[in-house]
Each structure stands twice: as C-alpha cells, then as structure tokens.
C-alpha cells in the first residue's frame, strides 16, 4: 500500500517557509521517495501569509495536500494555525513556536531550521541525521552553515 505523508508549512513572508520545504523535499528525495512540493506566497512580500505543502511517499501523484489530509503541521508564526487549520487531520502533529526552545535561538531568522529540526524528530521515515546536516549546509552560505545546523539540532532534541 503506498501511504503518502502530508505536510504542510506556513508563516509570514521572510521567515523562511519556502526555504524549510526546500530543504524538507530535498532530504526526502535523497532518502529515496517521490517527493512532491508546492507553494502559496500571497502577500509574502509584505510578510502576509506564505504556506507551501510537501508530499511524499513512493508515488505521489499531486502535489496539493487535500483539505483534511494534513499527517505535519508546521507554522512558523502562531497566527497562522488559524489560517491551515482546514488542512488538518484529526490526528495531526503539530508543531508551533511553543515547542521549540525559542529562548536558546541564536538568531530569531533562526527559527526556521529549529521547527524544521522538530518536524525531523517526527519523521521516522529519514532516520540519517547526516543526510539532514549535508542538506542544510548546502542551502545556507558558509558563515550561516554551523549556526542553522545548531538550531536543527536543538529544535530536533525538543521534537523529540
């Protein structure tokens, strides 16, 4: 049976939705599954409402997260639970800024790659912590690497 995973990512334009699920697709199809991405920007540039959904699994056929269908809700500004909330499942995970340890990040751009590191602890299918570090340090310049990697590791520890 070919069970696809659903998630969904949403905040404000400029807190790094788009480069969360950059990231996310990228480990996925390296890890080995058909990966599907898409994205909704809206009023990002005026930091409105930015979501973009990955699915996942061995064949995906779309890359639209249908309503209801949401397995890892992951929002970047609390105020946006409210706006996805029709994307979730009953049991959805879901992961705020409340989860992750927000009084240890070492930049407040930084919140991106904590919550990304959170949804890693709840995705059981890339269990290769290397195959993450290798990703984000391709995604972020030089001087930015050790940092992001940091803060996935912390936000992975609390996802726990």
């Known amino acids: 049976m070919n069970k696809t995973t659903n998630i969904v990512v949403a905040g404000l334009g400029g807190q790094?939705?788009?480069?969360?699920?950059?990231?996310?697709?990228?480990?996925?199809?390296?890890?080995?599954?058909?990966?599907?991405?898409?994205?909704?920007?809206?009023?990002?540039?005026?930091?409105?409402?930015?979501?973009?959904?990955?699915?996942?699994?061995d064949k995906v056929a779309s890359p639209m997260v249908p309503a209801g269908e949401c397995d890892l809700l992951a929002v970047l500004d609390a105020t946006q639970l409210e706006v996805v909330a029709a994307a979730k499942r009953p049991d959805c995970v879901v992961i705020a800024p409340g989860d992750v340890p927000t009084d240890k990040l070492a930049h407040p751009k930084a919140l991106n790659t904590m919550i990304l590191g959170a949804m890693a602890a709840k995705l059981p299918q890339v269990k290769d912590e290397k195959l993450w570090f290798?990703?984000?340090?391709?995604?972020?310049?030089?001087?930015?690497?050790?940092?992001?990697?940091?803060?996935?590791?912390?936000?992975?520890?609390?996802?726990?």
């Open 16 to 57: 790094g939705v788009l480069k969360v699920t950059d990231i996310l697709a990228e480990v996925l199809f390296r890890a080995g599954f058909d990966v599907k991405k898409s994205e909704v920007h809206g009023m990002s540039q005026r930091g409105g409402s930015v979501s973009s959904e990955v699915r996942f699994g």
């Open 134 to 160: 290798e990703v984000i340090g391709e995604a972020f310049p030089e001087k930015l690497r050790d940092l992001n990697i940091e803060m996935f590791k912390l936000g992975f520890a609390s996802g726990k």
